[in-house]
């Protein structure tokens, strides 16, 4: 990014009043992806008047652009005359996930398949498995429009995984809806596991994958285990949704097994939760 002229800096930074506040509580404040949407909110709004602020996850526009990467693998199924039973992506805010998943919810909706279709997200932030299902904010900041979803409540800070895509308090709401009905399952993995998949992926096909991506891969593995064990034949789909060439310090981490796995932080999500936003839904 320096190459093209782009300037770097770590979230949370000096450069904006959100990003003060929380380095004054915490001057080695290990960030999240909630506090650095509210910072590059802060900074579109407030100081830079020719630039518009887009979303990358979360909401549910963005879900929608991000589908043709299902409909591109629906057509890639058509061709190879097979059909997936089981449907497995990574899942922080959504968009990958969906993007991939969703085109075959619509086919098990509307078109009668029985594909199961599976969210993988981190033990460390665990919004669908064990978050509550309510009003909150889409930022730790609390800018955004307030959504309905999964959360473990927008003031809760995830642990510093590798997987820094994942690092996040809430969910989409088509997602938390899909869920709630019963029609997407969810389940969490920690990041051990999650690199262990990793490195047998990259030694089995050539491709060392992003820690986000390796959650998907992670259950894929678990699902085709589970086959092996049981002699039946499934068909299975998982997105692979970015190399982890910007990773490799999680890599090494994990073979110099100095990785820690982070369980569901119990308290600090019920003090989070204590802090949601209290709404009125109007009869
Ligand atoms: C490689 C990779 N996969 C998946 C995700 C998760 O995407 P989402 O937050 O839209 O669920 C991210 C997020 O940054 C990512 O970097």
């Known amino acids: 990014m320096e190459t093209y002229g782009a300037q770097i800096v770590a979230s949370p930074s000096n450069d904006t009043q959100v990003g003060k506040k929380f380095l ?17 909110l802060e900074d579109c709004v407030t100081h830079q008047p020719d630039t518009k602020y887009s979303i990358g996850s979360v909401f549910n526009h963005v879900l929608m652009h991000q589908t043709i990467i299902g409909q591109e693998a629906l057509k890639q199924f058509e061709m190879a005359n097979v059909y997936p039973d089981v449907v497995i992506g990574c899942i922080g805010g959504g968009s990958n996930f969906s993007g991939f998943a969703l085109p075959f919810v619509r086919e098990k909706i509307k078109g009668g398949k029985k594909t199961r279709v599976v969210a993988v997200e981190p033990t460390a932030a665990p ?6 299902y309510t009003y909150d904010f889409g930022d730790t900041g609390q800018m955004t429009p307030f959504v309905k979803m999964h959360t473990l409540g ?31 399952e969810a389940v969490a993995v920690p990041q051990n596991p999650v690199f262990a998949a990793a490195i047998q992926f990259t030694r089995a096909e050539g491709i ?30 998982f997105n692979l949704s970015g190399h982890g060439h910007f990773d490799l310090q999680g890599y090494a981490d994990y073979l110099a097994n100095k990785l820690p796995d982070y369980e569901y932080p119990a ?17």
Do not use: N, W
């Open 24 to 40: 004054a509580q915490d001057p080695k404040h290990t960030g999240s992806l909630g506090i650095a949407i509210s910072e590059a």
């Open 127 to 132: 919004s669908l498995t064990k978050g509550i």
């Open 154 to 184: 927008s003031s809760f800070i995830p642990a510093p995984i590798h997987a820094g895509g994942l690092r996040y308090h809430g969910m989409a709401p088509i997602v938390c809806a899909l869920f709630d009905a019963g029609v997407i």
């Open 208 to 237: 060392a994958p992003a820690p986000e991506s390796a959650h998907a891969i992670r259950v894929a593995i678990d699902e085709a285990l589970k086959c092996k064990a049981s002699g039946e034949k499934k068909v299975i789909a």
């Open 267 to 283: 308290e600090a999500v019920a003090q989070a939760v204590a802090q949601l936003p209290k709404v009125k839904i109007a009869a």
